[in-house]
Every structure is written in structure tokens, then in C-alpha cells.
């Protein structure tokens, strides 16, 4: 507007606060409230007073356009100028651009997805308060897919697995792992999103995914995705206090609350867990340079900083989640046990795998003592002595997944690293597998959800994952070439071993011309 009217007096921050958000709110009269917001009390949660919601930030959407644009400016700038100078070529090594394929794959398709599930949470709220919070975060992961995908979009120009990353996430077998974990969250209640993807997700867990990333890529020289991370970091920020301020906001409002909100915490850590265990394998085996091991960061982030936590909500009757003995028992497994996985089914990834040299093996025995050298060690040397001798094996057979976390069946017996754990059950004469007591758990509670799981190995066998005009019946079918088409992965150019590949053959041609005068 361009109007210009005197106002009576300048009104201070809070007073200005609850005019542009509270203030902005009414009681309808057409149509009963219920009816308007038909989706906040079915899931048992009782809210006595919406207005005890507590704004932490008390941002307005004037003040925030604003902060958000010099955020963006500062970031689009750094992102110029780092294509503009070829900074991709200062990682550490080519092997690292994988990182960036994984992140790109399987994150960044998350911060639309929660854009998505906080603009339809904020809709579905009648108090303004969380409504307002919940339309900013909206914005705020809209943002962060779209910075992602600019600033990524360079190593695009000339890296391979990059070419397709959308595409891929609704179809690759283990990208259905993060696509399942975010579909379960925005298809879930309204509080059980705020409570699985503000607080378990953004509170207890996104130090320990954006932190390794971000602090990995500034170990290895990706300046790039170190610039999105810190633009996306101080965004984080609020939302770890509106996850925070939102579990409390519920246990504070009514004690019948509780038991609910304590289910959705061990439901939701559990998903938050299995998730995480692609960036244990990032951690420990994909960044040439590595920050800290997924243990130590384990132990500092959630153990400590998520111990002191469940200490503080103590008080409203809140325990730690029920996981946390099983994760202590995994903790010196996880990424050997990812990573192997990934390097049997390294033709039908889209990014590189390999076997740690020499160094990097010392490094792993010294940040796992109970279990590298005793447990996997043996393994991957066999394994680098048999692709020496032209023996290299890629798994070609379709693995069992979790019916919950829709992992290949991969995690060990909590105790017993020699022994595959497998669960089951039976649902209306069906049966389901999972790869632990925490999965089989809430399979149980809500199983009509879960029967529904689009699992990617029951699709391919089902005959779902093949282009049209595909026989599988005629002479010489390949199944995986098919299932590749299909994925729109780029067979010998965006899988198998980085050995060997067209990224570490261009990645060494491009540094030579940089440093060397090229000769003929
Ligand atoms: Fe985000
Ligand atoms: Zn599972």
C-alpha cells in the first residue's frame, strides 16, 4: 500500500507481534470451527489454549522477507563465483562429488517434501501462533530445495549421477528409504508431523545430518555446499526452537497428551535412526577428508547434547526413546555394514563406490577398535584382493526389505555382529519382515499404513519397474539393465566403482590442465 497513514503511537516489538499474527486471527461464524479445521483433534491431542504457544523468534512475515532476501543475495554471489572459477575442481578428490550425489538424491527431495507437510500442517492448526510459525518454516525448506538444487547444479555441468536426481527419488531402491520416512510423516496427523519432523527430525537429528555434511564439505574444499549449509543453518536454528517449543506446547496443554507424544518419540527417533545410517556410511567411508567418525559424532550430538534433552522433559513424564539401547549396540557397525552393502550393490547405485586404501582402513580401525579389524576389515581386503585379480562381484539378486524403513535387511542381531537380524509378522494372513524390534513395532500399531509401502524390490519383481514395451519373456532379458533404463541411471557412467570411472579420469584431466602446460 502506498497510503501513507500517521499511526497513533510506534508500537513496541511484541505489542507489533501480536498485531501482525495474532491479531490477524478470528472465531468463523458461518461454518463451526471444527468443520474449518477438521484434522486437529483426531489424533487425541487436547489443546486447552492456543494462545500459550510461545513464538521463540516472534518473527513476523515482513521482517522475515527481509532477512531471508540478504541471506540469499550473500548466497547466490558465492555461488557465482564458485562456478565461475571452476571451484570444483579444489575438492579433495572426485570420490567426494559423491557425497554430493547422495545429498542431492535423497536430502534435498526431503526439504521439498517438508515444505510441502508444514504448509499443509499450517492450514490444518487453528491456532495462529504454530499456524504462523508453520507457513515461515514452509518457506524456509522451499528455499532450501531450491538453493540445493542451484548450487548443486554445477557439478551437474560435469560429474555424473546428478542428471536425474527427481526422477531417481521416486523410484531407486535405496532412495525410497528417505522417500518413505518423509511420505510417513506428511501423511501422518498434523501434531504427529510437528513432532516427526520438528522436533525428532529437526531437534534431535539435524545436527548430526547437516553438521557432517556441511563440515565435511568444508573439510574438502566444497565450498559450494559449505555456503547452502550455513544459509540453511541459521534457518535450522528457529526450527529446532519451534520443534522444541511444540512438544512442550502439547505436554504442557493436557497430561492425557503424554503417552501420545512419547509413542510419536520413539516411533519417530527410530525413523530418524535407520535414516541416518546413510550418513554414518557418508561419514566414515565417503569423504576422502574425513571430520569425525559417525560414532564420535553419535556420541557427541545425540548421546550428550539428546541425553541432556530427555533429562529436561523429564519433568513432564517424557523417558528417553525406547531405541537408544539398540543404537548404543550398533553404533560400532552401522556405516561398515551400509557401506558393504553398497559396494555389492554398486551397479545399481547412482554414485561411485569403492574400498578404503590402506590409510583410510588404519583410520577405521582406530576410531572402531571393537569391531573394524575383527568384524570387516577381512572382508574388504578379500574383496580389493579379488577385483585386483579381475574378480570385482556385484550383487545382482534383489535383497529382503524392512517393511517400515524399507532397508535391505543388512543390520546384525543387537549384540551378535555375526548374525543377520530378521523379524516377522502376520497381518490378515500376509506376512511382513523387519529389520528390528523398533520397525516390527510401529508396522504393529498401524499396520493398515504400512501394508501399503511401496517397496522397490516387490515392484521390480512385480513387473512395475520396466519401461513400457519391456518383455521380460524374450531371449536374454536383463532384469537390472531393464530396472536401470527404468531409473534412468546411466549404466558405466553414473554406477559401479570409482575406479576406473569417467569422473576420476575427467577429475585428473581437468586438475592436470589447471596446474600443467598440456602437451599435443
Ligand atoms: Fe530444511
Ligand atoms: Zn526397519
Known amino acids: ?28 461464524s458461518y461454518q463451526p470451527m471444527d468443520k474449518v479445521y477438521p484434522f486437529d483433534k483426531y489424533e487425541g491431542i ?15 512475515m515482513d521482517a522475515y522477507w527481509k532477512y531471508q532476501a540478504e541471506k540469499e543475495r550473500k548466497l547466490y554471489a558465492i555461488i557465482d563465483a564458485y562456478a565461475q572459477n571452476n571451484g570444483h575442481l579444489n575438492v579433495t578428490d572426485a570420490r567426494y562429488i559423491n557425497t554430493v550425489k547422495l545429498f542431492l538424491q535423497g536430502v534435498t527431495p526431503l526439504e ?9 500442517v499450517g492450514r490444518a492448526l487453528r491456532g495462529p501462533g504454530p499456524r504462523i510459525a508453520c507457513q515461515m518454516q514452509a518457506l524456509d525448506e522451499l528455499r532450501h530445495a531450491q538453493t540445493q538444487v542451484h548450487a548443486m547444479s554445477n557439478y551437474n555441468r560435469y560429474y555424473n549421477g546428478l542428471h536425474d536426481w527427481r526422477h531417481m527419488y521416486e523410484r531407486v531402491w535405496y532412495l525410497s528409504v528417505p522417500k518413505s520416512f ?4 506428511v501423511s501422518a496427523g498434523p501434531f504427529e508431523f510437528l513432532v516427526a519432523v520438528g522436533f525428532s527430525f529437526e531437534y534431535v537429528l539435524t545436527n548430526l545430518l547437516f553438521v557432517p555434511f556441511v563440515s565435511g564439505a568444508a573439510y574438502n574444499g566444497d565450498m559450494n555446499t559449505m555456503t547452502f549449509g550455513f544459509s540453511a543453518q541459521s534457518d535450522e536454528a528457529r526450527h529446532m526452537t519451534l520443534g522444541l517449543e511444540c512438544i512442550k506446547f502439547l505436554l504442557e496443554q493436557d497430561p492425557a497428551n503424554v503417552p501420545i507424544v512419547q509413542r510419536w518419540l520413539d516411533k519417530w527417533c527410530w525413523r530418524g535412526v535407520r535414516l541416518l545410517s546413510l550418513v554414518a556410511m557418508m561419514m566414515d567411508y565417503m569423504l576422502p577428508k574425513r571430520v569425525m567418525s559417525w560414532k564420535e559424532a553419535w556420541e557427541m550430538y545425540f548421546e550428550e547434547a539428546g541425553g541432556a534433552l530427555f533429562k529436561d522433559l523429564a519433568r513432564y513424564g517424557i523417558r528417553e526413546p525406547k531405541c537408544m539401547q539398540q543404537v548404543r549396540l550398533e553404533k560400532d557397525h552401522l556405516s561398515h555394514q551400509v557401506w558393504t552393502t553398497f559396494y555389492n550393490y554398486g551397479a545399481a547405485a547412482a554414485f561411485h563406490t569403492w574400498i578404503p586404501d590402506a590409510d583410510e582402513m588404519d583410520w577405521l580401525s582406530q576410531k572402531y577398535p571393537e569391531s573394524f579389524d575383527k568384524y570387516y576389515r577381512p572382508r574388504m581386503e578379500y574383496w580389493r584382493e579379488q577385483a585386483a585379480l579381475g574378480n570385482r562381484y556385484y550383487n545382482k539378486t534383489l535383497p529382503m526389505l524392512c517393511q517400515t524403513c524399507q532397508i535391505p535387511m543388512l543390520f546384525t542381531e543387537p549384540g551378535d555382529p555375526t548374525k543377520i537380524c530378521y523379524r516377522e509378522t502376520s497381518y490378515l494372513g500376509d506376512k511382513f519382515h523387519f529389520c528390528s524390534d523398533h520397525c516390527k513395532e510401529i508396522f504393529e500399531y498401524e499396520p493398515e499404513k504400512y501394508i501399503q509401502a511401496w517397496l522397490p524390490v516387490h515392484q521390480i519383481y512385480q513387473g512395475n519397474c520396466f519401461e513400457p514395451g519391456t518383455d521380460p519373456t524374450a531371449p536374454g532379458f536383463d532384469p537390472l539393465a531393464a530396472v536401470l533404463q527404468h531409473y534412468h541411471l546411466n549404466f558405466g557412467r553414473d554406477n ?17 590442465a589447471v596446474t600443467r602446460n598440456q602437451v599435443g
Do not use: C
Open 496 to 512: 559401479l566403482d570409482f575406479e576406473g570411472s569417467e569422473d576420476q579420469r575427467n577429475f585428473a584431466a581437468w586438475k592436470g
Open 1 to 28: 500500500m502506498d497510503m501513507k497513514a500517521a499511526p497513533k503511537h510506534k508500537m513496541g516489538l511484541k505489542e507489533r507481534y501480536a498485531a501482525m499474527t495474532r491479531g490477524l486471527d478470528w472465531e468463523t
Open 182 to 185: 518423509f511420505e510417513d510423516a
Open 112 to 120: 521439498y517434501m517438508a515444505h510441502r507437510g508444514f504448509a499443509h
Open 46 to 60: 487436547v489443546i486447552h489454549d492456543w494462545d500459550k504457544w510461545q513464538d521463540p523468534f516472534r518473527l513476523t
